[in-house]
């Protein structure tokens, strides 16, 4: 069935159809334009594939049952104003678009984008960012795959193989980092929340560090100062620092060291308080 750049003033009700072409297409809706929207719930397709590329649709009232695998939908360019009485959150509508974004091994990143915008919309502002999350993420794995070389028995090819690989190695651990730390960009506090690891780490081992006694003054005062140059030169004091630093020591008195302060200033790279250089 071909409804190829129809228009339609109402409604397009596929609810209970059944379409199969087993040499192709079983649907084409390329180009189709419906005000009112596509009801498409109850729809069988037996065999062949739904092309709904560059469609436009004013609501899509769906379920996920009614759209085949993946490898036999189409959605590059579809697009929808709203989605009606369906499902809407983000992890089944994932499903849904990746059935249809990949087409003959090409990844088509336009539905992600088209269904992020109709979330957003929508008020569910998390989902959409889950969306465009993914999309990132399947922007960098098709990259990846793309630029792979594969071994036909040539060495130079070998060559260009292994160097493609341990260059992929490096952009999936980049791509890894992104995502785990801003979501692409998406989810920018998951870098707050990194920021506050990386905080308690360098103030425990400040902290740590300063009561085992590896701290040295670095201030010019200091290291001229007669405490700290008697200190320094007592033979028969192997850590002078342990000794500055300790409990009713010379140091206590200069510049208080303080594990957080400490901290603040070695993560965050803005913020200057003293520690690092004291």
């Known amino acids: 069935m071909s409804l190829s750049g129809a228009e339609i003033g109402g409604q397009l009700d596929c609810e209970g159809g059944r379409f199969e072409n087993a040499k192709g ?6 180009r189709l334009k419906v005000t009112g929207g596509v009801i498409w719930r109850g729809v069988t397709v037996a065999s062949g594939a739904v092309d709904f590329t560059a469609a436009h649709v004013g609501d899509l009232v769906d379920d996920l049952s009614s759209w085949p695998e ?17 499902f809407t959150d983000a992890r089944h509508r994932l499903e849904w678009l990746a059935r249809g974004t990949v087409w003959k091994g090409e990844f088509f990143p336009q539905p992600y984008v ?10 569910h502002e998390a989902g959409a960012r889950d969306v465009l999350t993914e999309q990132g993420r399947l922007i960098r794995f098709h990259a990846r795959k793309r630029a792979r070389v594969v071994p036909n028995g040539d060495i130079g090819v070998a060559l260009r193989s292994t160097f ?3 260059l992929n190695l490096l952009r999936w651990l980049w791509d ?10 998406h989810k920018p506090k998951r870098a707050f929340l990194a920021l506050i690891v990386l ?14 006694g ?5 201030s010019d005062v200091i290291l001229v100062s007669q405490g700290w140059v008697a200190l320094a030169n007592d033979p028969g ?5 342990v000794a500055w630093s300790g409990k009713g020591a010379p140091g206590m008195d200069w510049e208080s060291f303080n594990a957080y302060g400490y901290a603040a200033d070695v993560v965050i790279p803005v913020l200057a308080l003293g520690q690092t250089t004291a």
């Open 25 to 30: 297409i079983a649907l084409n809706m390329q």
């Open 70 to 86: 993946r490898g036999r939908v189409i959605l590059d360019g579809f697009s929808y104003d709203r989605i009606t009485g369906a």
């Open 114 to 123: 088209q269904l992020a915008r109709v979330l957003r919309e929508m008020g």
């Open 164 to 166: 493609v690989d341990g």
């Open 176 to 185: 890894q980092l992104q995502r785990w730390l801003i979501g692409y960009g």
């Open 199 to 212: 905080f308690a780490i360098a103030a425990f081992t400040a902290q740590a560090t300063w009561r085992e």
């Open 214 to 218: 590896s701290f040295a003054p670095n």
């Open 237 to 241: 004091q192997p850590n002078p620092a």
